[in-house]
């Protein structure tokens, strides 16, 4: 694993600011994005999955796809290699891309991580706070996995039957 330590490099942010719909599926896409813009995964559809604007279009197979695709993603697989929890360089940001080049601190940078079984290229890294990710991957997770678990489908086809019930067009 290369290790950077003590030593100055050029250091290239880049980024911008966005906004998330404030929905689980979103955040969840949102956070997928992220992975994808430091990490060379370009699969499966992938793009239709990483478009948080269009939450709203995803079928409920889909969102399904999206949460298994997250959780193959997972933060915990890519800690320390590609992203890193350090407030310092989001600069006053919840999170903050930056070229991998070089970096200034020290950070263990790998070349690339194994997805899915495969290798993938490492293309930058992404700096950020725990607020960050609590509220783009812990927190819509858990709630997803609710959605998904049997009793949060009882009451999703419970909803969906009053909701039925109350718009009779006649």
Do not use: H
């Amino acid at each position: 694993m290369p290790v950077i330590q003590n030593t100055s490099y050029d250091v290239k942010k880049f980024g911008r600011t966005v906004t998330i719909p404030d929905a689980d599926i979103a955040k969840i896409m949102y956070y997928i994005d992220c992975v994808c813009t430091v990490v060379d995964y370009n699969e499966n559809n992938i793009q239709r999955y990483r478009n948080y604007s269009n939450w709203m279009n995803m079928s409920d197979q889909e969102d399904r796809v999206i949460f298994l695709l997250a959780l193959a993603l997972s933060p915990d697989e890519l800690e320390d290699k590609v992203f890193f929890r350090n407030a310092t360089l989001c600069q006053g940001s919840s999170n903050q891309f930056y070229e991998i080049g070089q970096v200034r601190n020290q950070l263990f940078i790998v070349q690339s991580v194994i997805i899915g079984g495969q290798s993938r290229q490492v293309k930058k890294i992404m700096a950020y706070t725990n607020e960050w990710m609590n509220r783009n991957y812990y927190e819509p997770m858990k709630a997803l996995a609710y959605r998904f678990s049997p009793q949060g489908q009882r009451e999703e086809a419970m909803r969906r039957a009053i909701i039925s019930e109350a718009c009779v067009i006649s």
